[in-house]
Protein backbone atom coordinates (compact mmCIF):
# COMPACT_ATOMS: atom_id res chain seq x y z
CA UNK A 1 0.00 0.00 0.00
CA UNK A 2 1.74 3.59 -1.23
CA UNK A 3 1.28 6.07 1.03
CA UNK A 4 0.98 9.64 1.08
CA UNK A 5 2.51 12.77 3.46
CA UNK A 6 1.02 13.86 6.17
CA UNK A 7 0.36 17.52 3.91
CA UNK A 8 -0.50 15.90 1.32
CA UNK A 9 -3.60 13.88 3.24
CA UNK A 10 -4.97 17.03 4.60
CA UNK A 11 -5.27 18.55 1.03
CA UNK A 12 -7.20 16.15 -0.14
CA UNK A 13 -9.14 17.01 3.19
CA UNK A 14 -9.45 20.50 2.95
CA UNK A 15 -10.74 19.78 -0.61
CA UNK A 16 -13.71 17.66 0.89
CA UNK A 17 -14.53 20.41 2.72
CA UNK A 18 -12.57 19.50 6.16
CA UNK A 19 -10.84 22.59 8.33
CA UNK A 20 -7.11 21.84 8.75
CA UNK A 21 -4.67 23.88 10.18
CA UNK A 22 -3.36 26.46 8.26
CA UNK A 23 0.24 25.76 6.78
CA UNK A 24 2.80 24.88 4.50
CA UNK A 25 5.78 22.56 4.05
CA UNK A 26 9.65 23.52 4.14
CA UNK A 27 12.29 22.15 3.25
CA UNK A 28 14.86 24.65 4.90
CA UNK A 29 14.57 26.50 8.54
CA UNK A 30 14.19 29.84 6.76
CA UNK A 31 11.33 29.05 5.00
CA UNK A 32 9.83 27.46 8.34
CA UNK A 33 10.69 31.32 9.34
CA UNK A 34 8.80 32.94 6.45
CA UNK A 35 5.62 30.42 7.06
CA UNK A 36 5.44 30.87 10.69
CA UNK A 37 5.83 34.72 9.93
CA UNK A 38 3.15 34.40 7.84
CA UNK A 39 0.65 32.48 9.76
CA UNK A 40 1.51 34.71 12.87
CA UNK A 41 0.99 32.88 15.98
CA UNK A 42 2.22 29.68 17.91
CA UNK A 43 2.96 27.43 15.32
CA UNK A 44 3.66 23.31 15.96
CA UNK A 45 6.95 22.16 13.19
CA UNK A 46 6.01 18.26 12.04
CA UNK A 47 8.86 16.19 10.32
CA UNK A 48 6.53 14.47 7.26
CA UNK A 49 8.07 10.84 7.34
CA UNK A 50 6.11 7.94 6.65
CA UNK A 51 6.79 6.59 10.16
CA UNK A 52 4.63 6.76 13.49
CA UNK A 53 6.35 7.76 16.61
CA UNK A 54 7.40 11.34 15.61
CA UNK A 55 6.96 12.95 18.45
CA UNK A 56 9.42 10.66 20.67
CA UNK A 57 12.14 10.59 18.00
CA UNK A 58 12.16 14.73 17.68
CA UNK A 59 9.80 14.99 15.01
CA UNK A 60 7.38 17.44 16.58
CA UNK A 61 8.04 20.50 17.49
CA UNK A 62 6.36 23.93 18.78
CA UNK A 63 7.61 27.55 18.24
CA UNK A 64 6.27 30.35 19.73
CA UNK A 65 8.10 32.99 17.48
CA UNK A 66 9.06 32.69 13.90
CA UNK A 67 13.28 33.03 14.89
CA UNK A 68 11.80 29.85 17.10
CA UNK A 69 10.19 28.29 14.27
CA UNK A 70 13.54 28.54 12.05
CA UNK A 71 15.77 27.13 15.38
CA UNK A 72 13.04 24.25 15.70
CA UNK A 73 12.82 23.69 11.97
CA UNK A 74 17.15 23.08 11.28
CA UNK A 75 16.57 20.60 14.74
CA UNK A 76 13.96 18.84 12.98
CA UNK A 77 15.21 18.70 9.31
CA UNK A 78 18.67 17.18 11.23
CA UNK A 79 16.87 14.25 12.87
CA UNK A 80 16.92 10.97 11.66
CA UNK A 81 13.66 9.18 12.09
CA UNK A 82 14.05 5.27 12.56
CA UNK A 83 16.63 5.39 10.23
CA UNK A 84 14.53 7.99 7.85
CA UNK A 85 16.38 11.42 7.13
CA UNK A 86 13.93 14.90 6.95
CA UNK A 87 13.79 16.29 3.88
CA UNK A 88 11.08 18.48 4.28
CA UNK A 89 8.47 20.04 7.51
CA UNK A 90 5.10 21.13 7.57
CA UNK A 91 4.76 24.34 9.28
CA UNK A 92 1.71 24.87 10.37
CA UNK A 93 -1.02 26.68 13.08
CA UNK A 94 -0.93 25.65 16.53
CA UNK A 95 -4.58 24.53 17.64
CA UNK A 96 -6.08 25.39 20.99
CA UNK A 97 -7.50 21.91 21.85
CA UNK A 98 -10.22 21.19 23.68
CA UNK A 99 -10.95 17.69 23.12
CA UNK A 100 -9.53 14.75 20.58
CA UNK A 101 -11.29 12.19 18.86
CA UNK A 102 -9.99 9.54 16.66
CA UNK A 103 -11.57 8.45 13.56
CA UNK A 104 -10.19 5.86 10.76
CA UNK A 105 -11.67 3.78 8.12
CA UNK A 106 -9.86 0.72 6.81
CA UNK A 107 -10.31 -2.24 4.80
CA UNK A 108 -10.67 -5.14 6.50
CA UNK A 109 -9.62 -7.88 4.46
CA UNK A 110 -10.71 -11.01 6.28
CA UNK A 111 -12.95 -13.67 4.98
CA UNK A 112 -15.92 -12.70 7.44
CA UNK A 113 -15.85 -8.96 6.05
CA UNK A 114 -14.08 -7.92 3.24
CA UNK A 115 -15.49 -4.25 3.10
CA UNK A 116 -14.41 -0.83 5.27
CA UNK A 117 -14.58 -0.56 8.27
CA UNK A 118 -15.58 2.95 9.96
CA UNK A 119 -13.80 3.49 13.30
CA UNK A 120 -14.23 6.20 15.61
CA UNK A 121 -13.09 6.83 19.87
CA UNK A 122 -13.70 9.71 21.85
CA UNK A 123 -10.14 9.52 22.58
CA UNK A 124 -7.72 10.69 20.31
CA UNK A 125 -4.54 11.30 20.05
CA UNK A 126 -2.81 8.39 20.90
CA UNK A 127 -2.90 4.49 19.48
CA UNK A 128 -6.28 3.60 18.82
CA UNK A 129 -5.30 0.18 19.66
CA UNK A 130 -4.97 0.78 22.92
CA UNK A 131 -7.46 2.58 24.14
CA UNK A 132 -9.98 -0.17 22.51
CA UNK A 133 -7.58 -2.50 24.86
CA UNK A 134 -8.12 -0.15 28.04
CA UNK A 135 -11.48 1.39 27.25
CA UNK A 136 -13.10 -0.36 24.40
CA UNK A 137 -16.43 1.48 25.49
CA UNK A 138 -14.88 4.55 23.69
CA UNK A 139 -14.54 2.80 20.13
CA UNK A 140 -17.26 2.30 18.15
CA UNK A 141 -17.23 0.95 14.46
CA UNK A 142 -19.26 0.99 11.36
CA UNK A 143 -19.60 -1.15 8.77
CA UNK A 144 -19.49 0.01 5.56
CA UNK A 145 -21.35 -1.22 2.56
CA UNK A 146 -18.78 -1.14 -0.93
CA UNK A 147 -21.67 -0.99 -3.05
CA UNK A 148 -24.00 1.60 -1.21
CA UNK A 149 -21.21 3.53 0.70
CA UNK A 150 -21.68 5.17 3.72
CA UNK A 151 -24.99 7.13 4.85
CA UNK A 152 -24.24 10.03 7.29
CA UNK A 153 -27.39 9.43 9.28
CA UNK A 154 -25.43 6.39 10.48
CA UNK A 155 -22.54 8.23 11.52
CA UNK A 156 -24.83 10.78 13.44
CA UNK A 157 -26.34 7.29 15.11
CA UNK A 158 -22.51 6.62 15.65
CA UNK A 159 -21.74 9.44 17.74
CA UNK A 160 -25.20 9.63 19.81
CA UNK A 161 -24.10 5.98 20.36
CA UNK A 162 -21.21 7.05 21.69
CA UNK A 163 -22.30 9.65 23.63
CA UNK A 164 -21.01 12.52 22.06
CA UNK A 165 -21.96 16.23 23.11
CA UNK A 166 -25.07 17.19 20.85
CA UNK A 167 -24.01 20.46 20.21
CA UNK A 168 -20.66 18.43 18.48
CA UNK A 169 -22.70 15.90 16.38
CA UNK A 170 -23.40 17.62 13.15
CA UNK A 171 -19.90 18.75 12.70
CA UNK A 172 -18.32 16.00 13.79
CA UNK A 173 -20.54 14.16 11.69
CA UNK A 174 -19.47 16.30 8.52
CA UNK A 175 -16.09 15.50 9.08
CA UNK A 176 -16.32 12.20 8.96
CA UNK A 177 -18.33 12.39 6.42
CA UNK A 178 -15.61 14.36 4.57
CA UNK A 179 -13.14 11.75 5.78
CA UNK A 180 -15.42 9.01 4.11
CA UNK A 181 -15.54 10.63 0.94
CA UNK A 182 -11.96 11.03 0.42
CA UNK A 183 -11.41 7.68 1.63
CA UNK A 184 -13.20 6.60 -1.37
CA UNK A 185 -12.44 8.84 -4.28
CA UNK A 186 -8.91 8.28 -3.61
CA UNK A 187 -8.74 4.19 -3.34
CA UNK A 188 -7.09 4.09 -0.28
CA UNK A 189 -6.84 1.59 2.15
CA UNK A 190 -6.75 3.32 4.88
CA UNK A 191 -7.19 6.84 6.23
CA UNK A 192 -6.98 8.59 9.72
CA UNK A 193 -7.40 11.57 11.45
CA UNK A 194 -6.05 10.96 14.79
CA UNK A 195 -6.66 13.30 17.00
CA UNK A 196 -9.56 14.91 14.79
CA UNK A 197 -9.93 17.85 17.41
CA UNK A 198 -12.59 19.88 18.42
CA UNK A 199 -10.96 23.49 19.44
CA UNK A 200 -12.09 26.25 22.35
CA UNK A 201 -14.03 27.88 19.65
CA UNK A 202 -16.09 25.08 18.99
CA UNK A 203 -14.89 23.40 15.28
CA UNK A 204 -13.57 20.43 14.15
CA UNK A 205 -9.73 20.53 12.44
CA UNK A 206 -8.47 17.44 11.27
CA UNK A 207 -5.22 18.02 13.34
CA UNK A 208 -3.36 14.91 11.47
CA UNK A 209 -4.13 12.58 8.37
CA UNK A 210 -2.49 9.08 7.31
CA UNK A 211 -3.51 7.82 4.06
CA UNK A 212 -2.50 4.84 2.08
CA UNK A 213 -3.52 4.29 -1.27
CA UNK A 214 -4.35 1.51 -3.39
CA UNK A 215 -1.47 -0.11 -4.89
CA UNK A 216 -3.64 -1.09 -8.23
CA UNK A 217 -5.08 2.18 -8.48
CA UNK A 218 -2.49 4.12 -8.58
CA UNK A 219 -2.24 4.54 -11.85
CA UNK A 220 -5.57 6.58 -11.62
CA UNK A 221 -3.72 9.08 -9.27
CA UNK A 222 -0.94 10.80 -11.10
CA UNK A 223 -1.27 13.80 -8.91
CA UNK A 224 0.57 12.06 -6.51
CA UNK A 225 3.94 11.73 -8.07
CA UNK A 226 4.23 7.87 -6.75
CA UNK A 227 7.09 6.08 -8.58
CA UNK A 228 6.80 2.91 -6.60
CA UNK A 229 3.65 1.76 -5.27
CA UNK A 230 4.89 -0.25 -2.39
CA UNK A 231 4.12 0.08 2.03
CA UNK A 232 7.05 1.74 2.55
CA UNK A 233 8.76 4.24 5.14
CA UNK A 234 10.78 5.57 2.91
CA UNK A 235 11.14 7.28 -0.59
CA UNK A 236 12.21 4.30 -2.63
CA UNK A 237 15.94 3.88 -3.91
CA UNK A 238 17.21 4.38 -7.31
CA UNK A 239 17.32 0.66 -7.68
CA UNK A 240 13.92 -0.19 -6.44
CA UNK A 241 12.97 2.31 -9.04
CA UNK A 242 14.76 0.61 -11.70
CA UNK A 243 13.44 -2.47 -10.48
CA UNK A 244 9.67 -1.88 -10.33
CA UNK A 245 9.63 0.06 -13.75
CA UNK A 246 11.90 -2.81 -15.66
CA UNK A 247 10.07 -5.68 -13.58
CA UNK A 248 6.80 -5.23 -12.24
CA UNK A 249 5.22 -2.41 -13.50
CA UNK A 250 5.12 -3.40 -17.17
CA UNK A 251 4.85 -7.17 -16.93
CA UNK A 252 2.35 -8.87 -14.97
CA UNK A 253 3.01 -12.35 -15.40
CA UNK A 254 4.38 -13.52 -12.05
CA UNK A 255 5.59 -11.37 -9.10
CA UNK A 256 9.08 -9.96 -9.45
CA UNK A 257 9.47 -8.11 -6.17
CA UNK A 258 12.35 -6.74 -4.88
CA UNK A 259 12.97 -3.87 -1.95
CA UNK A 260 15.89 -3.16 -0.31
CA UNK A 261 16.33 -3.50 3.49
CA UNK A 262 19.63 -1.56 3.50
CA UNK A 263 20.32 1.57 2.06
CA UNK A 264 23.23 2.67 3.96
CA UNK A 265 25.78 0.08 3.44
CA UNK A 266 28.60 -0.38 5.84
CA UNK A 267 32.28 -1.57 4.88
CA UNK A 268 32.21 -3.91 8.11
CA UNK A 269 29.07 -6.17 7.36
CA UNK A 270 28.48 -8.61 5.57
CA UNK A 271 25.16 -8.60 3.64
CA UNK A 272 23.39 -11.34 2.01
CA UNK A 273 21.33 -11.15 -1.33
CA UNK A 274 18.20 -13.20 -0.63
CA UNK A 275 15.50 -14.15 -2.52
CA UNK A 276 12.48 -16.14 -1.49
CA UNK A 277 9.37 -17.63 -3.37
CA UNK A 278 6.19 -17.79 -2.20
CA UNK A 279 5.41 -15.85 1.15
CA UNK A 280 5.83 -18.46 3.53
CA UNK A 281 8.42 -20.18 3.19
CA UNK A 282 10.36 -16.83 2.05
CA UNK A 283 9.60 -15.27 5.87
CA UNK A 284 11.11 -18.91 7.31
CA UNK A 285 13.87 -18.12 5.22
CA UNK A 286 14.72 -14.58 6.03
CA UNK A 287 14.01 -15.45 9.74
CA UNK A 288 16.35 -18.06 9.95
CA UNK A 289 18.98 -15.70 8.36
CA UNK A 290 18.09 -12.82 10.75
CA UNK A 291 18.32 -15.27 13.59
CA UNK A 292 22.02 -16.23 12.87
CA UNK A 293 22.97 -12.54 12.87
CA UNK A 294 23.15 -12.19 9.05
CA UNK A 295 22.16 -8.83 7.47
CA UNK A 296 19.44 -9.12 4.76
CA UNK A 297 20.11 -6.49 1.52
CA UNK A 298 17.09 -6.87 0.29
CA UNK A 299 13.93 -8.82 0.14
CA UNK A 300 12.57 -10.35 -3.49
CA UNK A 301 9.85 -12.63 -3.97
CA UNK A 302 9.49 -14.87 -7.50
CA UNK A 303 6.24 -16.48 -7.28
CA UNK A 304 2.83 -16.28 -9.23
CA UNK A 305 4.69 -17.99 -11.96
CA UNK A 306 6.62 -15.43 -13.25
CA UNK A 307 8.80 -16.34 -16.80
CA UNK A 308 12.78 -16.91 -16.36
CA UNK A 309 12.92 -13.92 -17.87
CA UNK A 310 11.92 -11.86 -14.85
CA UNK A 311 13.57 -14.13 -12.37
CA UNK A 312 16.45 -13.15 -14.41
CA UNK A 313 15.74 -9.40 -13.68
CA UNK A 314 14.88 -9.78 -9.76
CA UNK A 315 18.70 -11.66 -9.31
CA UNK A 316 20.00 -9.38 -11.49
CA UNK A 317 18.83 -6.83 -9.28
CA UNK A 318 19.97 -8.87 -5.96
CA UNK A 319 23.52 -8.70 -7.46
CA UNK A 320 23.46 -5.21 -7.82
CA UNK A 321 24.00 -4.86 -4.17
CA UNK A 322 27.44 -5.17 -1.97
CA UNK A 323 26.18 -9.02 -1.10
CA UNK A 324 28.83 -12.08 0.00
CA UNK A 325 26.45 -14.48 -0.04
CA UNK A 326 23.17 -15.15 -2.24
CA UNK A 327 20.44 -17.53 -0.66
CA UNK A 328 17.75 -18.04 -2.12
CA UNK A 329 14.68 -20.05 0.04
CA UNK A 330 11.59 -21.31 -1.98
CA UNK A 331 8.76 -22.52 -1.17
CA UNK A 332 6.67 -25.64 -2.19
CA UNK A 333 4.66 -23.89 -4.59
CA UNK A 334 2.01 -26.09 -6.75
CA UNK A 335 1.52 -23.03 -9.29
CA UNK A 336 4.44 -22.83 -10.84
CA UNK A 337 7.32 -25.22 -12.20
CA UNK A 338 10.63 -24.36 -10.56
CA UNK A 339 12.24 -24.90 -13.61
CA UNK A 340 12.38 -22.07 -14.98
CA UNK A 341 13.87 -20.35 -11.64
CA UNK A 342 16.59 -22.71 -12.45
CA UNK A 343 17.13 -21.53 -15.91
CA UNK A 344 17.26 -17.98 -14.94
CA UNK A 345 19.35 -18.48 -12.49
CA UNK A 346 22.13 -20.34 -14.22
CA UNK A 347 21.96 -17.37 -16.51
CA UNK A 348 22.83 -14.67 -13.62
CA UNK A 349 24.97 -16.70 -11.79
CA UNK A 350 27.45 -17.76 -14.56
CA UNK A 351 27.51 -14.37 -15.48
CA UNK A 352 27.86 -12.35 -11.96
CA UNK A 353 30.34 -15.38 -10.54
CA UNK A 354 32.98 -16.00 -12.77
CA UNK A 355 35.23 -13.51 -11.54
CA UNK A 356 34.34 -14.30 -7.66
CA UNK A 357 35.78 -17.96 -6.29
CA UNK A 358 34.45 -19.27 -3.39
CA UNK A 359 31.46 -16.94 -3.47
CA UNK A 360 28.83 -18.42 -1.15
CA UNK A 361 25.19 -19.40 -3.13
CA UNK A 362 22.91 -21.32 -1.00
CA UNK A 363 19.48 -22.72 -2.81
CA UNK A 364 16.46 -24.22 -1.31
CA UNK A 365 13.75 -25.09 -4.41
CA UNK A 366 11.01 -26.80 -3.55
CA UNK A 367 7.49 -27.52 -5.62
CA UNK A 368 6.63 -28.75 -9.27
CA UNK A 369 9.61 -29.93 -11.35
CA UNK A 370 11.97 -29.61 -8.28
CA UNK A 371 14.09 -32.37 -9.36
CA UNK A 372 14.70 -31.21 -12.80
CA UNK A 373 14.96 -28.02 -11.56
CA UNK A 374 17.93 -28.98 -9.04
CA UNK A 375 19.24 -31.15 -12.17
CA UNK A 376 19.34 -28.01 -14.24
CA UNK A 377 21.23 -26.01 -11.61
CA UNK A 378 23.87 -28.81 -11.21
CA UNK A 379 24.49 -28.77 -14.90
CA UNK A 380 24.54 -25.73 -15.52
CA UNK A 381 26.85 -24.50 -12.64
CA UNK A 382 28.96 -27.70 -12.23
CA UNK A 383 32.18 -25.81 -13.88
CA UNK A 384 32.02 -22.77 -11.34
CA UNK A 385 34.07 -22.13 -8.64
CA UNK A 386 31.59 -21.56 -5.77
CA UNK A 387 30.34 -22.72 -2.52
CA UNK A 388 27.17 -24.35 -4.56
CA UNK A 389 24.43 -25.95 -2.16
CA UNK A 390 21.49 -27.03 -3.46
CA UNK A 391 18.19 -28.36 -1.52
CA UNK A 392 15.14 -29.81 -1.70
CA UNK A 393 11.48 -30.40 -0.48
CA UNK A 394 12.96 -32.50 2.48
CA UNK A 395 14.67 -29.29 3.69
CA UNK A 396 11.26 -26.65 3.81
CA UNK A 397 10.56 -26.92 7.34
CA UNK A 398 14.02 -27.02 8.34
CA UNK A 399 15.04 -23.44 7.84
CA UNK A 400 17.23 -23.01 10.76
CA UNK A 401 19.45 -25.72 9.32
CA UNK A 402 19.77 -23.82 6.34
CA UNK A 403 20.66 -20.98 8.21
CA UNK A 404 23.55 -22.83 10.04
CA UNK A 405 24.75 -23.61 6.17
CA UNK A 406 24.34 -20.33 4.74
CA UNK A 407 26.53 -19.09 8.19
CA UNK A 408 29.18 -21.85 7.79
CA UNK A 409 29.73 -21.18 4.02
CA UNK A 410 30.06 -17.00 4.72
CA UNK A 411 32.36 -17.49 7.34
CA UNK A 412 34.26 -19.89 5.16
CA UNK A 413 34.08 -17.40 2.39
CA UNK A 414 35.53 -14.80 4.60
CA UNK A 415 37.78 -16.61 6.33
CA UNK A 416 39.08 -17.89 2.77
CA UNK A 417 39.88 -14.21 2.02
CA UNK A 418 41.61 -13.67 4.82
CA UNK A 419 44.09 -16.21 4.71
CA UNK A 420 44.89 -15.53 1.06
CA UNK A 421 46.10 -11.77 2.45
CA UNK B 1 17.62 -12.96 -40.63
CA UNK B 2 20.82 -10.87 -40.60
CA UNK B 3 22.86 -11.92 -44.18
CA UNK B 4 26.45 -10.85 -43.41
CA UNK B 5 27.03 -12.73 -40.41
CA UNK B 6 24.64 -16.28 -40.85
CA UNK B 7 22.99 -14.99 -37.52
CA UNK B 8 19.04 -15.76 -36.92
CA UNK B 9 17.94 -12.40 -34.24
CA UNK B 10 14.47 -12.16 -33.14
CA UNK B 11 12.83 -10.40 -29.59
CA UNK B 12 9.92 -11.87 -27.66
CA UNK B 13 8.45 -9.43 -24.89
CA UNK B 14 11.84 -8.80 -22.52
CA UNK B 15 14.24 -10.50 -24.72
CA UNK B 16 16.88 -10.48 -27.73
CA UNK B 17 17.76 -14.10 -29.08
CA UNK B 18 20.55 -14.40 -31.27
CA UNK B 19 21.82 -17.99 -32.95
CA UNK B 20 24.77 -17.63 -34.36
CA UNK B 21 25.07 -20.06 -36.88
CA UNK B 22 28.64 -19.90 -37.66
CA UNK B 23 29.11 -21.26 -33.99
CA UNK B 24 25.46 -23.48 -34.02
CA UNK B 25 27.26 -27.83 -34.11
CA UNK B 26 23.65 -28.72 -36.65
CA UNK B 27 24.17 -25.67 -38.98
CA UNK B 28 28.19 -26.01 -38.97
CA UNK B 29 27.99 -29.92 -39.44
CA UNK B 30 24.17 -29.93 -41.53
CA UNK B 31 24.25 -33.07 -40.05
CA UNK B 32 20.63 -35.24 -40.01
CA UNK B 33 21.49 -35.80 -36.14
CA UNK B 34 24.23 -33.45 -35.30
CA UNK B 35 26.02 -33.77 -31.90
CA UNK B 36 23.81 -31.78 -29.93
CA UNK B 37 21.01 -33.67 -30.95
CA UNK B 38 19.41 -30.05 -31.47
CA UNK B 39 18.76 -29.96 -28.03
CA UNK B 40 17.57 -25.93 -28.18
CA UNK B 41 14.60 -27.44 -30.22
CA UNK B 42 14.10 -30.01 -27.75
CA UNK B 43 14.30 -27.63 -24.87
CA UNK B 44 11.62 -24.95 -26.79
CA UNK B 45 9.02 -27.96 -26.99
CA UNK B 46 9.47 -28.90 -23.23
CA UNK B 47 9.78 -25.73 -21.76
CA UNK B 48 8.75 -22.93 -24.39
CA UNK B 49 6.24 -22.70 -26.91
CA UNK B 50 7.30 -24.11 -30.01
CA UNK B 51 9.50 -20.98 -31.38
CA UNK B 52 11.95 -23.10 -32.91
CA UNK B 53 11.59 -25.86 -35.36
CA UNK B 54 14.35 -27.71 -37.98
CA UNK B 55 14.40 -26.45 -41.44
CA UNK B 56 17.71 -26.88 -43.54
CA UNK B 57 19.42 -28.77 -40.68
CA UNK B 58 19.18 -25.98 -38.56
CA UNK B 59 17.13 -24.24 -36.28
CA UNK B 60 14.80 -21.84 -37.63
CA UNK B 61 12.09 -19.20 -36.07
CA UNK B 62 8.74 -21.24 -36.34
CA UNK B 63 6.41 -19.14 -36.07
CA UNK B 64 6.39 -14.96 -37.60
CA UNK B 65 8.99 -12.39 -35.72
CA UNK B 66 6.28 -10.46 -34.74
CA UNK B 67 4.31 -13.20 -32.91
CA UNK B 68 7.41 -14.35 -30.57
CA UNK B 69 6.74 -11.38 -28.72
CA UNK B 70 3.48 -12.80 -27.84
CA UNK B 71 3.92 -16.26 -27.60
CA UNK B 72 7.38 -17.28 -25.78
CA UNK B 73 7.20 -17.69 -22.37
CA UNK B 74 10.93 -16.66 -22.04
CA UNK B 75 12.26 -19.48 -20.53
CA UNK B 76 15.99 -19.07 -21.10
CA UNK B 77 16.04 -22.74 -21.82
CA UNK B 78 17.22 -22.56 -25.25
CA UNK B 79 20.58 -20.82 -24.44
CA UNK B 80 21.06 -23.20 -21.38
CA UNK B 81 20.35 -26.25 -23.78
CA UNK B 82 22.69 -24.98 -26.39
CA UNK B 83 25.57 -24.01 -23.91
CA UNK B 84 25.14 -27.89 -22.34
CA UNK B 85 24.56 -29.98 -25.42
CA UNK B 86 26.18 -27.18 -27.84
CA UNK B 87 28.30 -25.16 -28.50
CA UNK B 88 27.01 -21.92 -27.13
CA UNK B 89 25.81 -20.62 -30.49
CA UNK B 90 22.16 -19.25 -28.84
CA UNK B 91 22.67 -16.18 -26.85
CA UNK B 92 20.06 -14.17 -24.97
CA UNK B 93 19.72 -10.46 -23.62
CA UNK B 94 17.74 -9.70 -21.26
CA UNK B 95 17.65 -5.88 -21.12
CA UNK B 96 17.41 -4.20 -17.76
CA UNK B 97 17.72 -0.47 -18.95
CA UNK B 98 19.94 1.27 -16.39
CA UNK B 99 21.08 -1.29 -14.45
CA UNK B 100 24.44 -0.74 -15.92
CA UNK B 101 24.72 3.14 -15.12
CA UNK B 102 23.57 2.07 -11.86
CA UNK B 103 26.14 -0.71 -10.82
CA UNK B 104 28.81 1.88 -11.83
CA UNK B 105 27.94 3.97 -9.13
CA UNK B 106 27.62 1.70 -6.43
CA UNK B 107 31.21 -0.31 -4.75
CA UNK B 108 29.31 -4.24 -5.49
CA UNK B 109 32.33 -5.94 -4.28
CA UNK B 110 30.59 -7.12 -0.68
CA UNK B 111 33.25 -7.26 2.24
CA UNK B 112 35.56 -10.08 1.98
CA UNK B 113 36.94 -10.43 5.47
Partial sequence: ?421 | MNAKRDILSFETKCMKVTIDYSRCEAARSGAANPGCGFACVKADRMYDRGLLRIEGRRPVLAVPPGDAKKISNESLSWEYACNQAGCGAIRIAVPFPGLEEYRKTVDLTGRRR
Wanted: with cysteine; hydrophobic share 40%.
Fill in chain 1, 1 to 421: MARIYEHQGKQLLAGAGLRVPRGEVATTPEQAKEIARRIGKRVVIKAQVWTTGRFKAGGIKFADTPEEACVRARQVLETNIKGLPVTKVLVEELLKVAHEYYVGIVVNSSVNIKAPVLVFSTEGGTGIEEVAARNPERVGKLLIDAIDGLDIGRVRDLLTRMKVEEERREELANAIWGLYRVFRDYDARSIEMNPLVWTDDGQAYAADCHVTLDDGSIFRHPEFGIEVPRDMEREPTKLEKLAWTHIEESDYRGTGYFAQMVTDYRGDKVYVGFHGIGGGGSMLGAAALINKGLKIANYADTSGDPPASKVYKVVKAIFSQPISAYVMTGACLANQEQWYHAFALVKVLREELRDRPGFPVLILIAGNREKEAIQILKDGLKDMDIRLEIYGREYIYRSDYIGERAEKLIAEYLNEERGAE
